[in-house]
């Protein structure tokens, strides 16, 4: 029972993950803004929803199965990915917002794009090298943000 937990807890920050990269995706969509925003503002209410069913099921896994030393450790690391997680949506949301309020101006600052891309990858590499369980990958994601 405790491993069909575990799992379903990892299935749901995978989701959660992908909508945020999305969200990462999404935020600066020069040519139409406004559609930009509202689909980042959809994806935002669907990672608040994901991140109170990944909080709730954390929480049951620990209070109800009472977890031993390496599940435990694989808990509370999902539960600290999830809240991270959250809020990388919530500045993607206010970045898109911005984004929306300037749509006007042209943005010609190549950094900016530059910095989204090393984000949405960043974050494409720190899911992988936990997916992967691959130590060496989530230091290399450290070592290589350059920003």
């Not at 405790?2 to 990269?21: D, G, I, N, R, S």
Request: net charge negative.
């Amino acid at each position: 029972m405790q491993h069909t937990k575990l799992q379903e807890l990892k299935t749901k920050l995978m989701e959660e993950a992908k909508l945020v990269q999305q969200m990462l995706n999404l935020a600066l969509i020069q040519d139409n803004s406004e559609n930009g925003f509202d689909k980042v503002q959809s994806l935002e209410e669907q990672v608040n929803t994901l991140e109170n069913e990944i909080d709730r099921l954390a929480i049951s896994l620990i209070a109800l199965h009472q977890p031993e030393a390496g599940d435990l450790r694989r808990i509370l690391m999902m539960y600290r990915i999830n809240v991270d997680l959250e809020r990388l949506g919530d500045q993607a949301y206010n970045i898109a917002e911005s984004a929306r309020n300037i749509a006007a101006y042209q943005i010609t600052e190549p950094h900016i794009f530059q910095m989204q891309e090393a984000t949405v990858n960043m974050l494409e590499c720190s899911i992988k090298a936990f997916v992967d369980e691959d130590v060496e990958a989530a230091a290399g994601v450290c070592l290589n943000d350059t920003w």
